[in-house]
């Protein structure tokens, strides 16, 4: 069990739970607005819901801070997504989102 701190005071001498890992994949779902915050496993969380973002082509807000931000900046540029960059987040919009029209953007990420 890690001690990161991460923000916040954690006991681990508390009793915990295990929690099921599924795949946003899994659900199937018909849409999806994903904001996605997780500590050094970014890009497993992208995979894991690949098939989910091809599909719907969700705007993403994504952390990168403790993940490689150059690997998730070039997958989703594969994917079709214009990458802005948010401080340490990322904002990702696909090209075929309407949505782009009214996002004036100043510098796409690097």
Do not use: W
Request: charge should be neutral.
């Amino acid at each position: 069990m890690g001690t990161e701190f991460i923000g916040q005071a954690v006991d681990y001498a508390k009793p915990t739970s295990t929690v099921k890992q599924i795949t946003i994949d899994s659900l199937k779902l018909e849409r999806l607005i994903c904001s996605r915050s997780t500590s050094r496993n970014g890009g497993e969380v992208l995979q894991g819901a690949a098939e989910t973002i091809a599909r719907c082509k969700p705007i993403l807000f994504v952390e990168t801070i403790k993940s490689d931000k150059d690997t998730i900046i070039a997958a989703l540029r594969n994917e079709g997504y214009r990458v802005l960059p948010n401080g340490m987040n990322i904002l990702a919009i696909h090209e075929s989102d309407k949505t782009l029209e009214n996002v004036g953007v100043v510098k796409e990420a690097a």
